[in-house]
């Protein structure tokens, strides 16, 4: 049986993984000709998993999935704990992350590697415990949990759904357009962080280089 609640928690983890690859290949690429915007996405994104996954998804999971499982299938215990850990760390690894954003930023290339550095462990970090999730305990959910448990769950979920992945959300439709919009390709439509001359004479004399792409309509 389908349940809403599994669906919300896959589509938010398909969210989160593509934001963390996302800035993994923006780093790869860095500022160019542009930190201005460079800077300006990064921090959009880093944003974006502070406020949704840190502050709702995982409370979902932690509040009302974790125990639920725990209680049906004791053995999971080890598991439940480790991932119950992995919430606990996150906040203060994306507060890092941060920091580390704004050292680059303000203090150029010789920040460069260790903010690179402490963001692929980050998202090794998160893409593992995704992982986990995924291939451990929500089959054992669906296996152990009752229907009144899914009625909880499904409906918790709903009221919290992370609008990146597709529920309605003004602020959050601004804060993904931001991304869309600004982001290079092939993260996103924004023009290249390298420009050509005749873009870089464009951009000191205060036009901005085209946007590559759009939204089919």
Known sequence: ?????????????????????????????????C????FDVMRAMLY???EYPERLHHPKESDLLFPKLARARPELMPL???????HLQGESRVRDLQHLLLGWELMGESQREPFAARLRQYATFYLDHMRLEEEHLLPAAEAVLTEADWAELDEAFARNH????????????????????????????????????????????????????????
């Open 35 to 38: 930190p201005l915007r460079f």
């Open 1 to 33: 049986m389908n349940h809403e609640s599994l669906r919300i928690i896959r589509d938010e983890h398909a969210g989160v993984a593509a934001v963390l690859r996302s800035l993994v290949s923006m780093v790869a690429q860095g500022p160019q000709d």
């Open 48 to 50: 974006y998993i502070d």
């Open 162 to 217: 992370d609008p990146l992945a597709g529920a309605d959300s003004a602020a959050m439709d601004r804060l993904f357009t931001r991304i869309v919009r600004t982001a290079p390709a092939p993260i996103g439509l924004g023009p290249a962080l390298h420009l050509d001359d005749e873009e870089k004479r464009g951009m000191a004399q205060g036009q901005l280089p085209p946007v590559h792409g759009h939204h089919a309509a």
């Open 80 to 86: 439940i704990q480790r991932l119950e850990s992995d």
